[in-house]
């Protein structure tokens, strides 16, 4: 299968191998349209500040130190103020002037003789961000969250929930990860506030570990579900029903040639699609289901809620195979193959009676990092947004805003010539004082867009309901487009 060169892919990468400098509230040039007066609050991003470091370009796209985005709202206009995190890693490298660490996917220069036995992974700090008990934390699935100042994106430090995050389990496991990874994706219960989250811990035995986290901060680990291998999980499902979903895929790492040092984490992936996918189901009571479907990988779930007739509903970007760290190479390349596998959206109906589950297509349009009205989540819903390619698009770069209907399959996008879009960050309308609630399409998006020819990144405000464009900012110095971000009303 013949692989494609993307001139608008290779641009980006190349122009976000220089280090991002950091910005103190500039406010933003209005290039077109016109920012809503009723788009109030602080839109904060995080992802990857930057592909190379110190001379030595990343392998994989999801290494890169973590870089805070914030874009604050105020009617009319937005004030732009940017931060890496500071964790103990970068201001190591920083004063080294050279790479210190490992990371996920990248090893240091210098094959086996620099990297044997070097079990130090860098904590990137890169992947999203969570305001909830008091703290606004940027977070990262294989170790500690980091807690950052809100007024100043000032890195306070490691943040471990009171020791809630060290790990309990025996001497052998300790040694082999001090402390309990905390994923990228926690949910908010939609009416306790209780924020739920998990880790995926290698171990003298593999876990997954379930943790709560009440309104005022309170931490707890809830539950040590033990697993066969050290399966790769990103993301999972809470419903409003309080069950808790995840897939565990045959995609696991080789802790021991990536301990080693033989490979990167990332390389020493295995994927088994011969092997089916082990669906956990966590029920609020505690009890422990698990159901079995064939092979498929997601890094993210659109959503998930009960059905009225008990029916478990899990919508997931759902991925054939997973793309190996050759491809992802590639992609920093600006390289993809014409066959490169795409997530398309699989809706799964689970039945923990029954033992059952069964698969329902979304839709023949490809998508990723998928955003939906936040007060949806855990519950029926019927928009979601990503960047994507429409059904049809003859190439697979996901260049395309989506947005689809769930409930009937319609998909409407958006393109613009020589682009590439970050997530879609939904900022819901508000209802005026006594008013019904607005549609759920009735409201913003916000998100980022790197254009090519002008070698620079734009925010842009789109509407969520016909993704029309209604302004575009230009920031003063490009930046990656990151991985995840949120809203908060208020600013
Ligand atoms: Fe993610």
Redesign the pocket.
């Known amino acids: 299968m013949p692989v494609r060169h993307y001139p608008t892919l290779h641009n980006y990468v190349e122009a976000n191998r220089r280090t991002t400098p950091e910005y103190d509230d500039v406010a933003l040039e209005l290039l077109e349209g016109a920012l809503p007066p009723d788009l109030v609050g602080t839109l904060l991003r995080n992802g990857n500040g930057h592909f190379e470091q110190h001379g030595v370009r990343y392998d994989h796209l999801f290494d890169g130190d973590g870089m805070v985005a914030r874009f604050v709202f105020d009617g009319q206009a937005v004030r732009y103020r940017n931060r890496y995190v500071r964790t103990d890693e970068f201001v190591a490298e920083e004063q080294a002037g050279r790479m210190l660490y490992r990371s996920f996917g990248t090893n240091l220069p210098g094959g086996l003789r620099a990297n044997f036995l070097k079990t130090k992974f860098k904590n990137t700090a890169n992947?999203?961000l969570v305001q909830h008990g008091g703290q606004l934390l940027a977070l990262w699935?294989g170790g500690l969250p980091h807690a950052l100042d809100p007024a100043t994106l000032a890195t306070r430090g490691r943040f471990d929930y009171g020791g809630v995050l060290r790990n309990p389990f025996s001497w052998l496991d300790r040694r082999i990860t001090p402390e309990l990874p905390f994923s990228?994706?926690p949910k908010v219960h939609p009416t306790t506030g209780v924020l739920h989250n998990f880790g995926t811990v290698a171990g003298t035995q593999h876990r997954l570990v379930l943790y709560e986290v009440s309104p005022a901060g309170e931490a707890r680990l809830a539950h040590a579900l033990p697993m066969p291998e050290a399966t790769f999980a990103?993301?999972f499902v809470l419903t409003e029903s309080g069950h808790q979903i995840f897939f565990l895929t045959p995609v696991a790492f080789d802790v021991l040639r990536a301990f080693a040092g033989l490979t990167s984490p990332a390389a020493s992936i295995k994927v088994n699609t011969a092997q089916p996918t082990q669906i956990i189901v966590v029920a609020p009571d505690g009890t422990v289901h698990r159901l079995h479907t064939e092979f498929g990988f997601a890094?993210?779930f659109v959503n998930g809620f009960q059905d009225a007739d008990g029916t478990l509903v899990a919508d997931a970007l759902l991925l054939g195979n997973y793309p190996n760290s050759a491809a992802i190479k590639a992609y920093l390349s600006g390289h993809l193959p014409d066959d490169q596998p795409q997530a398309r959206f699989v809706r799964f109906r689970l039945d923990l009676a029954a033992g059952t589950v069964a698969r329902q297509s979304l839709s023949d349009c490809e998508g990723e990092?998928p955003e939906i009205h936040p007060a949806h989540t855990g519950r029926p819903y019927r928009y979601a947004w990503t960047i994507g390619r429409p059904s049809g698009h003859p190439l697979p770069l996901l260049d395309h805003l989506l947005k689809l209907d769930v409930q009937t399959g319609e998909v409407r996008h958006a393109y613009a010539p020589d682009t590439l879009c970050s997530e879609p960050v939904v900022v819901p309308r508000r209802a005026p004082n006594g008013r019904p609630e607005p549609a759920e399409d009735d409201g913003y998006l916000a998100y980022l867009r790197y254009s090519a020819p002008d070698d620079a990144t734009d925010l842009i405000v789109a509407d969520a309901a016909d993704l029309r464009l209604l302004a575009r900012l230009r920031l003063p110095h490009h930046i990656p487009l990151g991985?995840?971000g949120m809203w908060q009303p208020g600013y």
Do not use: G
Request: aromatic fraction near 16%; avoid cysteine; glycine fraction near 0%.
């Open positions: 992947t999203s699935e990228a994706h990103h993301d890094f993210h990092l991985f995840h």
